[in-house]
């Protein structure tokens, strides 16, 4: 039988590399197997058993003509080739932009934690010359001061936005690993595996970090809120709260991409090509849904003042638009 899936293996060598044709491929060769075995059943020799079959496959064209798919042969799938200096490259690049780009993320989430803490101490307290709001008496001075922390939130936010679109349009050149099928060579693919193996433990330890700081980050809020003044320390608490979830969420995005470069170059998992449709629609629909989530985030908070809760959004869309992903991934496979 290895010589009928040899043939099949060259006739679809030049199509689509999807989950129709893999399908197509498969049931193909369940027929001609099926076919093969009774032949040798009837007696044919396996010589003979083997030309009828595949002299029963018919054409090519033929074929897709029939299964009414036959404008898809000319979809030719061109592997781009990659070797180890390429590879390395692209590892050293996408690990350097990717810690870049959670620094970036990071400074987005720690630009409210800002606002939050300078604004809650301008509620009741004395800084040099300076008399801050007390309760709900605002002066001159308090509101200088209150406008320095609104001046402080947008120059961080403005950093970490900055950051992110620079280190997103440097690594735009390797969008490629996403949507291509890759040719990677003997050497490359050796040294991508030894480097993935030895980066799995580290991996495994930052977001093992990262998930434990976002769990006791709510406890830091609760504590430093009750040990101080309700102002000052719920606002204390709400800053060291965002200032954790920041350090979890750069080590979430600097592994994972690290570790994502090693899984598109070697096309596993979700990097495989026939998931790579899959990455598509969901990278489509992340373009429009997080920063559809920043701009609500922002609305709710400065309208409401409510920073200390608003910041549940971030989660409550992240487990959303996992289960998103989810979905997508079964209706695909199906």
């Known amino acids: 039988m290895e010589i009928i899936k040899n043939y099949l293996d060259s006739m679809f060598a030049n199509l689509p590399v999807n989950q129709e044709m893999i399908k197509l491929k498969e049931d193909l060769y369940n027929n001609m197997e099926d076919k093969y075995m009774e032949l040798k059943a009837d007696g044919h020799s396996e010589n003979e058993a083997i030309g009828t079959v595949i002299a029963n496959f018919g054409n090519i064209d033929e074929l897709f003509a029939e299964l009414g798919i036959g404008s898809q042969k000319k979809e030719t799938v061109k592997a781009r080739k990659v070797g180890q200096t390429e590879a390395e490259t692209i590892i050293k690049d996408k690990r350097f932009w ?36 007390v309760g709900n008496d605002i002066n001159s001075s308090g509101s200088d001061i209150g406008l320095l922390s609104l001046l ?32 990677v060579s003997t050497s490359a693919k050796n040294y991508i595996q030894q480097r993935k193996s030895n980066y799995q433990t580290r991996f495994t330890l930052h ?3 990262g998930i434990m700081l976002c769990i006791l980050s709510p406890m830091f809020l609760i504590i430093v809120a009750s040990l101080g003044n ?47 449709q899959e990455n598509k629609i969901v ?26 809760i608003s ?22 496979k199906e």
């Open 311 to 332: 910041w549940i959004i971030w989660p409550v869309v992240g487990i959303a638009f996992g289960a998103f992903s989810a979905v997508v991934s079964i209706i695909t």
């Open 207 to 209: 977001i093992v970090i």
């Open 283 to 308: 990278s489509a629909v992340a373009a429009v849904i997080w920063p559809l989530t920043v701009i609500v985030y922002l609305v709710w908070s400065f309208t409401t003042g409510s920073w200390a």
């Open 230 to 276: 309700p102002v000052t320390g719920g606002s204390t608490g709400a800053a060291v709260l965002l200032f954790m979830v920041a350090l979890a969420v750069y080590l979430f995005v600097s592994a994972g991409t690290e570790m994502d470069t090693y899984k598109q170059l070697l096309q596993e998992e979700d990097y495989k090509p026939e998931n790579k």
């Open 98 to 133: 990717g810690k870049i780009i959670g620094i970036g993320v990071s400074l987005c989430i720690i630009a409210p934690g800002v606002l939050v803490l300078l604004s809650g101490l301008t509620n009741n307290v004395s800084f040099g010359n300076f008399n801050l709001i």
């Open 152 to 183: 402080s939130f947008f120059i961080v936010l403005a950093m970490g936005i900055g950051t992110i679109i620079v280190g997103g349009l440097t690594l735009e050149k390797y969008n490629f690993l996403q949507k291509e099928v890759l040719e």
